[in-house]
T-cell receptor
């Protein structure tokens, strides 16, 4: 059975801190890995990663994939209170649409 | 519309009743997905439609769950004889061509079974 595990489950930091969120996976027929941010309702797309070692960057957020060790990290630098959310990692395989991890709940305190 | 639209946003019903949830995907997106998110949990895949192909129903938890997508656009998820464990947020997503394109989510329908 395909499995996606995120850590930590929750995290509390102060504004300005840098955080690293982890996602490891065990799946068959890996195609790509995606990161989403979920605040109150709809998850919003952050990154899609298909190749190892190529960093994707958007403002203070960046992510990288290691297909040999089967994991990805999401970094957020200079965190702000608006970064508070649940961050979801999901893997696309040949078998089904997306397999999601349970998410990391990030709380950024002023 | 600009994004994925779901209705109703909230639904409260009694155990044993049937419910229908609606999803209107982004115009032009050929792929449509349904997920379920229980309180504090990640998203659980339910069903996937791609164009005119037979849907991937492998995530449906029981035969009380079914979904249709008419005309390649709007989709309806139906839950028959609802049970309390069906209470969750049901999220719909669409993507341009398939799983290798980012999925864009609607705000979901929060279903509460009394």
């Amino acid at each position: 059975e395909d499995k996606v595990v995120q850590s930590p489950l929750s995290l509390v930091v102060h504004e300005g801190d840098t955080v690293t969120l982890n996602c490891s996976y065990e799946v068959t027929n890996f195609r790509s890995l995606l990161w989403y941010k979920q605040e109150k309702k709809a998850p919003t797309f952050l990154f899609m990663l298909t190749s190892s070692g190529i960093e994707k960057k958007s403002g203070r957020l960046s992510s990288i994939l290691d297909k040999k060790e089967l994991f990805s990290i999401l970094n957020i630098t200079a965190t702000q209170t608006g970064d508070s959310a649940v961050y979801l990692c999901a893997v696309v395989t040949g078998r089904r649409a997306l397999t999601f991890g349970s998410g990391t709940r990030l709380q950024v305190q002023p | 519309g600009a994004g994925v639209s779901q209705s109703p946003s909230n639904k409260v019903t009694e155990k044993g009743k049937d419910v229908e949830l609606r999803c209107d995907p982004i115009s032009g997106h050929t792929a449509l997905y349904w997920y379920r998110q229980s309180l504090g949990q990640g998203l659980e895949f339910l069903i996937y439609f791609q164009g005119n192909s037979a849907p991937d129903k492998s995530g449906l938890p029981s035969d009380r769950f079914s979904a249709e997508r008419t005309g390649g656009s709007v989709s309806t998820l139906t839950i028959q004889r609802t049970q309390q464990e069906d209470s969750a947020v049901y999220l719909c997503a669409s993507s341009a061509t398939g799983p290798n394109q980012p999925q864009h989510f609607g705000d979901g329908t929060r279903l509460s079974i009394l």
